[in-house]
């Protein structure tokens, strides 16, 4: 608790100074556009309160407030869905009621189920609803797009969650470590890839990323890593490279799937992505993907998970 308390310190105090330094950057320099850097700050503004909680508190204040993250990340996911009829609202209720379910299982410590819950069983039973609506125009549409948001929004975001039951001692340690390195990550590649970068990785998908940020990122990520493993887990040197290169990873294909799974939602709609970038929730594309990554891969290689 106490490292965990010093790094939350740290992490405040490297984003008080940030946020004083764009503020005078952006005064100084009227004529630059610096308002992705100043939507990534309240992003993590954001973030950095749910995670203080989720982190310094107990796991059942953390479930909790995990639980309402994913209710308005999958509530944003579902406001990108254009042409929505009264058969698509139905499932979408039934989509936020499993969330309650999912985070139950977490309460009562069952990971069988929690595994298998949403990939599973809310697979085969969401389509009912939809029937019971009597339309079959946009069926698949429907289900799928519905069904991608709840394996993202809920199921990806719920593993944050899991650390603490499956591991009391830890959790809030390997919680605090992957949320800072999942941001570092995402700060760092946009950042070189905004001034620096100049060969985009895929430009069609997502204008900003580039190889020269991907690289920057995965180097700036592996050591601060190995700098702040040794408070925060039980990782050894090698263990802290390894996931830091893991994570680094999972965040730039987490960040690009969900750039194209929003440009696709989003065609012809451009008021609406303009209003979707400056949304704190649309900042945790990362997390979508390296929370359930970092989570199997610390419980297939250490017995603690």
Same mark, same amino acid.
């Given at each position: 608790?106490?490292?965990?308390?010093?790094?939350?310190?740290?992490?405040?105090?490297?984003?008080?100074?940030?946020?004083?330094?764009?503020?005078?950057?952006?005064?100084?320099?009227?004529?630059?556009?610096?308002?992705t850097?100043?939507?990534?700050?309240?992003?993590?503004?954001?973030?950095?309160?749910?995670?203080? !909680?989720? %982190?310094?508190?107990?796991?059942?204040?953390s479930?909790?407030?995990l639980?309402?993250?994913?209710?308005?990340?999958?509530?944003?996911?579902?406001?990108?869905?254009?042409?929505?009829?009264?058969?698509?609202?139905?499932?979408?209720?039934?989509?936020?009621?499993?969330?309650?379910?999912q985070?139950y299982?977490?309460?009562?410590? *069952?990971?069988?189920?929690?595994?298998?819950?949403?990939p !599973?069983?809310?697979?085969?039973?969401?389509?009912?609803?939809?029937?019971?609506?009597?339309?079959?125009?946009?069926? !698949?549409?429907?289900?799928?797009?519905?069904? *991608?948001?709840?394996?993202?929004?809920?199921? +990806?975001?719920?593993?944050?969650?899991?650390?603490?039951?499956?591991?009391?001692?830890?959790?809030?340690?390997?919680?605090?470590?992957?949320?800072?390195?999942?941001?570092v990550n995402?700060?760092?590649? %946009?950042?070189?890839?905004?001034?620096?970068?100049?060969?985009?990785?895929?430009?069609?998908?997502?204008?900003?990323?580039t *190889?020269? +940020?991907?690289?920057?990122?995965?180097?700036?990520?592996?050591?601060?890593?190995?700098?702040?493993?040794?408070?925060?887990?039980?990782? +050894?040197?090698?263990?802290?490279?390894?996931f830091?290169?893991?994570?680094?990873?999972?965040?730039?294909?987490?960040?690009?799937?969900?750039?194209?799974?929003?440009?696709?939602?989003?065609?012809? &709609?451009? &008021?609406?992505?303009?209003?979707?970038?400056?949304?704190?929730?649309?900042?945790?594309?990362? !997390?979508?993907?390296?929370?359930?990554?970092?989570?199997?891969?610390?419980?297939?290689?250490?017995?603690?998970?």
């Amino acid at each position: 608790m106490f490292s965990s308390f010093v790094v939350l310190l740290l992490v405040l105090t490297v984003l008080i100074a940030a946020n004083l330094v764009y503020v005078f950057v952006s005064r100084n320099q009227p004529g630059k556009d610096y308002s992705t850097i100043g939507t990534r700050m309240k992003s993590w503004w954001g973030m950095f309160f749910i995670f203080a !909680l989720a %982190t310094l508190f107990s796991k059942n204040v953390s479930l909790v407030s995990l639980m309402i993250l994913c209710f308005f990340a999958l509530q944003e996911y579902f406001s990108m869905i254009r042409g929505t009829r009264k058969a698509d609202r139905r499932l979408f209720l039934w989509a936020y009621l499993a969330i309650p379910v999912q985070f139950y299982w977490i309460y009562i410590g *069952w990971y069988g189920m929690f595994i298998v819950f949403i990939p !599973l069983y809310v697979f085969l039973v969401l389509p009912i609803p939809r029937l019971l609506g009597k339309g079959t125009f946009g069926f !698949l549409r429907s289900v799928s797009s519905t069904q *991608w948001g709840l394996m993202l929004m809920v199921f +990806g975001l719920s593993h944050l969650a899991y650390f603490q039951f499956a591991t009391p001692e830890y959790g809030g340690g390997l919680v605090l470590y992957l949320v800072v390195l999942t941001q570092v990550n995402d700060v760092i590649h %946009t950042v070189i890839s905004l001034y620096v970068g100049r060969k985009k990785v895929v430009p069609t998908a997502n204008a900003y990323l580039t *190889w020269e +940020g991907f690289v920057g990122a995965l180097l700036v990520t592996t050591g601060a890593s190995l700098a702040l493993a040794p408070y925060l887990t039980p990782f +050894g040197t090698t263990s802290a490279i390894w996931f830091g290169v893991l994570l680094s990873f999972a965040g730039f294909f987490g960040s690009l799937t969900v750039s194209v799974l929003k440009r696709d939602l989003l065609i012809g &709609d451009e &008021d609406k992505a303009a209003t979707l970038k400056k949304s704190y929730l649309s900042q945790i594309d990362s !997390l979508t993907y390296t929370a359930p990554v970092f989570f199997h891969a610390v419980r297939y290689f250490f017995e603690f998970m």
